[in-house]
Every structure is written in structure tokens, then in C-alpha cells.
């Protein structure tokens, strides 16, 4: 169970995201006939198939379109698509959301979910992993007159909801594992804890395995590696008495 289960979970959440997205890609093949792509000439889902190709349009179209805006003339292209959707109303107030929180996480200047913390969450003395969101509340910081950062704190084990809190800088812990550590520990229910050594207990290891490396020197080395032979006086003067023969 402990090995076939994490491969059917994968299985079926590819399945389910590729079913979510392919209900919006599906319509790029609007231009074909629905006997065509569609089962029972037409009134059934689209065929699997022309889903996978409906999905392999829609990664080409945005590789394109990521691709044109590299250029002088696509840059005016997305520029004029972006003052026509702000002129909509309604339409431009969902618009520039989403255009600033997607600002806010593909901006390699920001510092949104790149280091994980901890914070006393819910109450004091309960501690919460939690992913660091902004630095920068000019009116939060005013009020309440101390350094405050943004942290998200997810929920388990669906990490996609939880709780935005304002905390001071000082009171954060910040933690060396990765954002991608942080996640399975979330959605582990804390089960899988990424590996970590303490910087007390690595001096500490290398110090105990260089003193028995010198006790073992001390020990055996000495006396045999660097202290001469002793040669009795006996043998010595019989080293040293002429010998007969050729």
C-alpha cells in the first residue's frame, strides 16, 4: 500500500489538472467541425486525443506570444492589448489584480515565497511554518511603529489556503530549508522532514573524530612508527667481532 499509493495519487492528480485545464483549451479548436472532434458525431466530450492536441496548441500559442515580446514590435502588441483590457470596465479592476500579484511572484527582485519561517501562530508559544510574502507596509509599519513582514501560513494539507499575518521582524525565525522542503512538509501533515545539521554539532563531530584520530596516533603510532629499535648489547658486539671466511 505504502508504495502503490503515492504513484495513484500522481496519477490522478495529472489526471484531474489535465481535465481542469483541457475544459479551457479545448476551445482553441473552435474552428474544426464538433463531429470531428467530438464523440457521438458531435454531442459527447471531445475526444482524448484532440484534447492532448488542443493542449499542445495552447503551450505553442504562449511559447509564441513569450517569444514576439522579446521584440520591439510584440512589446507595443502586449502594451496595446494591456491599455485596451484597463479601459474595460469591471474587466480592468480584475485585470490589474491579477497583473500585480503575478508582478509579485515573477519579479526576480521581489523576495515573495523565497524563504521559509517560522512564527508563533495561532497564539504565542505555538510555532507555525510560514512563507515570507513582503517586507515593504508603509502604512502598517507607520501605525505600528515596528519593522513588520508579511507571511503566509498555509493550511495542511492543501497548502493553496490559509492565513496572511503581520508579524514583527524580529519576533520571525527564519529556517534554511528550501521553499520546495517547506511545501511537502506542509502537505506531509509534518510526516517528511527535510534533512538539516546543526552548526553546534558539526564542530562538535568534527572535533570527536579528530581527537580519536590523535588518541589512535598516540597510541599505537607512536611507539612503532616513530620510536627507533632497541638492540640488546649482546648483539652488538657480535656485530662488531671479525668474522672468518673469503
Known amino acids: 500500500m505504502a508504495i502503490v499509493l503515492p504513484a495513484v495519487v500522481s496519477i490522478g492528480i495529472v489526471i484531474w489538472l489535465f481535465g481542469t485545464v483541457a475544459n479551457f483549451t479545448d476551445t482553441l479548436l473552435f474552428f474544426l467541425p464538433r463531429h470531428w472532434t467530438h464523440e457521438r458525431n458531435g454531442e459527447g466530450p471531445m475526444h482524448f486525443y484532440w484534447s492532448l492536441a488542443a493542449l499542445a496548441l495552447a503551450i505553442l500559442l504562449i511559447g509564441m506570444v513569450g517569444r514576439l515580446a522579446r521584440y520591439y514590435f510584440g512589446k507595443k502588441l502586449i502594451q ?14 480584475i485585470y490589474s489584480a491579477l497583473k500585480q500579484i503575478n508582478e509579485a511572484f515573477t519579479s526576480s527582485n521581489k523576495s515573495s515565497f523565497k524563504q ?30 515596528e519593522v513588520v513582514v508579511g507571511v503566509f501560513v498555509p493550511t495542511t494539507p492543501n497548502p493553496t489556503t490559509g492565513f496572511i499575518v503581520l508579524v514583527p521582524e524580529k519576533d520571525i525565525i527564519k529556517l534554511e530549508m528550501s521553499v520546495a522542503d517547506g511545501i511537502k512538509f506542509i502537505m506531509s501533515l509534518g510526516a517528511v522532514i527535510p534533512a538539516y545539521v546543526s552548526p553546534k554539532a558539526a564542530p562538535d563531530a568534527a572535533a570527536g573524530a579528530n581527537s580519536g584520530r590523535s588518541s589512535v596516533i598516540g597510541d599505537t603510532g607512536s611507539r612503532t612508527a616513530f620510536e627507533p629499535a632497541k638492540l640488546s648489547p649482546e648483539f652488538v658486539a657480535q656485530m662488531k667481532e671479525p668474522r672468518d671466511g673469503p
Open 116 to 145: 521559509v519561517v517560522l512564527v508563533e501562530f495561532p497564539r504565542p508559544g505555538l510555532y507555525s511554518v510560514g512563507f515570507i510574502t513582503g517586507t515593504q507596509y508603509g502604512e502598517v509599519q507607520d501605525r505600528t511603529k
Open 80 to 93: 496595446l492589448a494591456d491599455l485596451a483590457l484597463m479601459r474595460v470596465p469591471l474587466l480592468n479592476k
